[in-house]
């Protein structure tokens, strides 16, 4: 999720529908990548993690895709549901940069009743 | 219930007043991680900490100070706060290393005035 001035990007999807969100990372040596989810007035909450040595895994609800060819990396929602309205961002960790989490700036999503 | 806590919650203050930012673990982690997060901006390291007595600066470390005396406290310390210094901060641990999944507190909101 990359952050455009101060606006996130936002994403409105039906209660019940599937939800997608989207990040591209910057480091192609990067090897290992997490999804956070923060609801307002909390702090980042783990949702799930992947290491490169695979391109997809599933939590209850959750998949997360990796692409390292276009270094991309996607949050999957099933059945999207008004609690999991919060702002969602990925980090990489970068073996290169002393394995520090470096943070995307973060997609919104909005569930609509 | 394992978690990381921080105090206050919220705290207004003036330019140049010292103050002190709690944070405290119970999960017994090495690593432990200072973070703003500002509009735009996502989330920002300021310092971190691998083990007790080891502390290193992140990307943001200027105007700030920390201490690890003990594994589970790693307060952030603002000697003369700024302006710019006004933010939301979080403390984040995780068992032993950097880029691995990371516990956050729940956010202290900082107004300098």
């Known amino acids: 999720g990359e952050s455009v001035g101060l606006h996130l990007p936002t994403l409105s999807v039906q209660e019940g529908d599937n939800s997608i969100i989207n990040c591209a990372y910057s480091?192609?040596?990067?090897?290992?990548f997490i999804w956070y989810k923060q609801e307002s007035g909390k702090g980042p909450q783990f949702i799930i993690d992947i290491r490169s040595n695979m391109d997809k895994r599933q939590g209850q609800r959750v998949t997360v895709l990796l692409n390292k060819t276009v270094k991309h990396l996607s949050l999957q929602i099933a059945a999207t549901q008004p609690g999991d309205s919060a702002v969602y961002f990925c980090?990489?960790?970068?073996?290169?940069?002393?394995?520090?989490?470096?943070f995307g700036g973060g997609t919104r999503l909005m569930v609509k009743p | 219930e394992a978690q990381v806590t921080q105090n206050p919650r919220y705290l207004i203050t003036v330019t140049g007043k010292k103050l002190t930012v709690t944070c405290s673990q119970n999960m017994n982690h090495e690593y432990m991680s200072w973070y703003r997060q500002d509009p735009g901006l996502g989330l920002r390291q300021i310092y971190y900490s691998m083990n007790v007595e080891v502390t290193d600066k992140g990307d943001v470390p200027e105007g700030y100070k920390v201490s690890r005396k003990e594994k589970r406290n790693f307060p952030l310390i603002l000697e003369s706060p700024s302006p710019n210094q006004t933010s939301l901060y979080f403390c984040?641990?995780?068992?032993?290393?950097?880029?691995?999944?990371?516990?956050f507190g729940s956010g202290t909101q900082l107004s300098v005035l």
């Open positions: 984040a641990s995780s068992l032993r290393r950097a880029g691995e999944k990371l516990f």
């Open positions: 980090a990489e960790s970068q073996p290169n940069a002393g394995n520090m989490l470096t």
């Open positions: 480091n192609s040596a990067s090897d290992y």
